[in-house]
């Protein structure tokens, strides 16, 4: 979220326009010329934004674990496909409504008949447009997940006594 939030900052402060990389014409028709601050700050924030994106979504097989585990101490049922398989659905539920929102977000924008390409002036609607899609979803995204952690009882000591109660069940048959 930080980083995102950055991110947002980094195209409001600097000049998007000034974006150079080697092998890179801009719509003026200019070659690269060096790397610009804009260049730089927006390649820093998406690698080390990228980077704990990824430490982030490495939690997740452990938590399905978790829950199998809280699951099978709670009601007696061990029923890791059940709860793999509602993780993976919600996965892709919200994952697939990405396409849609952002094909409504262009019609809203006006592009009803060609979405935009290279030749596609530059408007204050594409921009803000961007932002919200690249950026502001994220946010949004992570601002969820903070409420729903908030309320996640699977704290590590809860957790000691899910498998203090998996073992004894074990134990018994």
């Known amino acids: 979220m930080i980083f ?7 195209f409001l402060i600097l000049d ?9 014409v801009n719509g003026y028709g200019e070659a690269f010329s060096g790397i610009t601050l804009f260049t730089a700050a927006l390649f820093l924030v998406t690698v080390i934004g990228g980077g704990f994106q990824m430490i982030t979504s490495s939690i997740v097989p452990p938590m399905i674990a978790d829950v199998n585990d809280y699951e099978a101490s709670r009601s007696g049922k061990y029923i890791p496909g059940m709860v793999g398989t509602v993780f993976s659905f919600m996965d892709k539920l919200i ?19 060609k979405l935009p390409d290279v030749d596609t002036p530059y408007t204050n609607e594409l921009f803000i447009f961007g932002l919200i899609f690249y950026f502001g979803f994220e946010i949004i995204g992570a601002i969820f997940n903070l409420i729903a952690m908030k309320f996640y009882d699977l704290t590590p000591e809860k957790m000691k006594e899910v498998e203090a109660k998996v073992h004894e069940m074990r134990q018994q048959g």
């Open 4 to 10: 995102d939030t950055i991110g947002v900052l980094v």
């Open 16 to 24: 998007p326009k000034t974006l150079n990389l080697p092998g890179y």
């Open 95 to 113: 994952s697939s409504f990405g396409p849609m929102l952002v094909g409504m977000g262009f019609g809203v924008i006006g592009f009803t008949e």
